[in-house]
């Protein structure tokens, strides 16, 4: 937990993890900080009135309301792109920092379980009160007159709760992973609901619905009565005309009915003594008045930051339209369709957002770069698995028997690139990556930007990676396509190099045998490479030996740290987050068994 691994000192785990965690604790104070504030606020005596008939239950939602105006904040930040990107630069060379960055789409996700929670209990406190304020010998002024369904139906704070509500659950039930994958266009139109949302929310409390006392000052009501005496006036110091209790009973300012006279005091509730009666000699009539809308307050200025960022998107995507300049069809199992565009400036491991206005007015996808910046073109390789890449796919002529012209392929926009933690990968002695089936697309930019480097070392001085290991999770035969071929061209680019140590490839297959693959396996077994990684166009096979089962991690680290003794290794991961997890142990561990020498492992997740 909290990627903690038995026996790791706390210095070790402060260098590792300690930046992410230190961020979220105090993040959870604030959190807790803000609900007992308001809580604590909303016992004040000015709100008697209402506390009388709901308790506690006005205290918890008003907490509740302060911790969800906090985060719905919070929730924008993380997804102003080019904002995030633009910090994440101001950090150049502080790794734990940066990090920080890398995960914001996690604390993203981490806002909106928060908004969760707290909207849950927001409406379970107000359901309390509904209950309470609509009972027949309730004579509260919000809501007298109303049945507790009018309250949600018939009133701004109730409407507008409704629209936050459904929307809410519409963009927390779509964005699970499942509906991400199989489903982007549902899940990103869903989500747009954020528009219902942050109005509902500024308009919440327009039509005031919790009461207070304004002239506390002058008539100080207080709770503390007793059955006998019938109240309490408190001390102040105010005019010495400010009676004693005992002379307001003697004067007749208090009858026998108990009913303060002169006042606006509930009656004909439970506790008819609840309230003490004012003072002589000053006005003797509480004023009260109803709360204005604050939730606006906390969100304006991240919603502010948003639509700055949307606008500039847009302003991008009518001055970035870039010409497809070629469509390159992939013979893989899934179709991938390469298309090429006009190069713009780009860093190895980035990635983009596309918007191609033939194929969807609003829609903009998420695409890693396949090309590095040495290139004079940047590339991207999309699996045609959902109805968006389908219709980008006919629109670029990729089903068609021959090719379109390059005049005749769509316009596309480009909204980035954006940074990810692969960028950091020259800063390690040892760089490792591994990638779980279609997980390794990232990786592709990063592995033709190390054959530039290592090829014309001059140009880049403060390049420190001195091996770099390749791990490639296969599912199955059908799982290598396109990127086997970069992996053939970059062993054979090394070994002119004379660099073949530098690079080394481990390719593991984790499932899908059948009993021809098993002949095959038998028969190329003893052979040098291994021809079951084949080039289906130039029957090219890939040197490196086949492995079939999952990788022994603590094997694998085992090596590598043995070669790095005292010294920083980096490994980047893209998959499934099973896998992640066991990695991130893994690297934990090997920083603990390794503390003697000196040599850290450092756990990086792609994430966009």
């Given at each position: 937990m909290f990627g903690y691994y038995t026996g790791m000192t706390a210095k070790q785990w402060l260098q590792l993890e300690g930046p992410l965690y230190l961020f979220v604790f105090l993040w959870m104070v604030?959190?807790?900080m803000l609900f007992f504030i308001n809580f604590d606020k909303y016992k004040q005596d000015k709100f008697i009135f209402i506390r009388h008939m709901v308790h506690d239950g006005l205290s918890i939602a008003r907490g509740a309301a302060l911790v969800l105006n906090f985060n719905c904040g919070l929730i924008l930040l993380p997804v102003c792109r080019n904002f995030v990107n633009f910090m994440r630069g101001q950090f150049e060379g502080k790794r734990s920092i940066r990090r920080l960055f890398d995960k914001n789409i996690l604390f993203h996700k981490w806002c909106a379980y928060v908004?969760?929670?707290?909207?849950?209990?927001?409406?379970g406190a107000h359901i309390f009160n509904a209950h309470n304020l609509t009972r027949p010998t309730s004579t509260y002024g919000g809501t007298e007159n109303l049945t507790a369904l009018q309250v949600v139906f018939a009133?701004?704070?109730?409407l507008t709760g409704v629209g936050i509500t459904l929307s809410l659950v519409l963009m927390v039930a779509t964005a699970t992973q499942q509906i991400r994958r199989s489903y982007y266009e549902l899940f990103w139109y869903t989500h747009h609901l954020f528009v219902v949302f942050y109005v509902c929310l500024c308009f919440h409390g327009y039509s005031g619905f919790v009461e207070r006392q304004t002239n506390f000052d002058q008539v100080p009501v207080r709770e503390g009565f007793d059955q006998t005496s019938g109240g309490q006036c408190v001390d102040r110091d105010v005019s010495a005309d400010c009676a004693t209790w005992a002379e307001l009973v003697a004067q007749?300012?208090?009858?026998?009915?108990?009913t303060c006279l002169g006042t606006t005091n509930i009656m004909n509730v439970d506790e008819p003594d609840a309230f003490c009666c004012p003072c002589e000699g000053v006005p003797n009539v509480i004023e009260t008045?109803?709360?204005?809308?604050?939730?606006w307050h906390w969100v304006i200025g991240p919603l502010s930051l948003y639509i700055l960022e949307r606008f500039y998107r847009f302003f991008r995507s009518q001055t970035r339209k870039l010409h497809i300049l070629k469509v390159i069809k992939h013979k893989d199992s899934t179709p991938v369709m390469e298309i090429r565009m006009k190069r713009i400036p780009t860093k190895s491991g980035q990635y983009v957002f596309l918007h191609c206005p033939k194929v969807s007015r609003f829609e903009w996808h998420a695409l890693t770069l396949t090309s590095c910046p040495q290139l004079d073109y940047i590339s991207l390789h999309?699996?045609?698995?959902?109805d968006w890449t389908t219709a980008l796919a006919d629109a670029c002529g990729f089903y068609d028997e021959s090719p379109k012209k390059a005049s005749e392929l769509p316009l596309v926009a480009v909204d980035g690139p954006f940074g990810t933690a692969s960028e950091d990968v020259y800063h390690f002695p040892g760089a490792v990556f591994v990638g779980a089936g279609i997980g390794v697309t990232p990786f592709a930019s990063l592995l033709q930007e190390f054959y530039f480097r290592k090829s014309r070392p001059e140009d880049y001085p403060h390049f420190k990676t001195k091996k770099l290991y390749f791990y490639w999770i296969c599912p199955g035969f059908d799982a290598w396509g396109w990127f086997a071929t970069l992996l053939m061209?970059?062993?054979?680019?090394?070994?002119?190099?004379g660099a073949s140590e530098f690079f080394r490839v481990r390719v593991f297959?984790?499932?899908?045998?059948?009993?021809?693959?098993a002949a095959k396996i038998i028969l190329h077994e003893n052979e040098e490479g291994d021809s079951i990684i084949r080039d289906a166009e130039s029957g090219r096979a890939l040197k490196q030996k086949m492995n079939f089962g999952r990788p022994q991690w603590d094997k694998e680290f085992g090596v590598i740290a043995d070669e790095f003794k005292g010294e920083n290794v980096g490994v980047f991961f893209c998959g499934p987050k099973v896998l992640s997890q066991q990695l991130h142990a893994t690297c934990n561990k090997m920083t603990v068994n390794c503390a003697d020498e000196g040599t850290r492992f450092f756990y990086n997740k792609e994430n966009f």
């Open positions: 604030v959190n807790i908004i969760c929670f707290a909207t849950a209990l927001h409406i009133t701004v704070p109730g007749g300012l208090w009858n026998s009915t108990r008045e109803f709360g204005a809308p604050t939730s999309i699996r045609l698995v959902g061209d970059m062993e054979e680019k090394m070994e002119e190099l297959m984790t499932r899908g045998w059948s009993s021809e693959d």
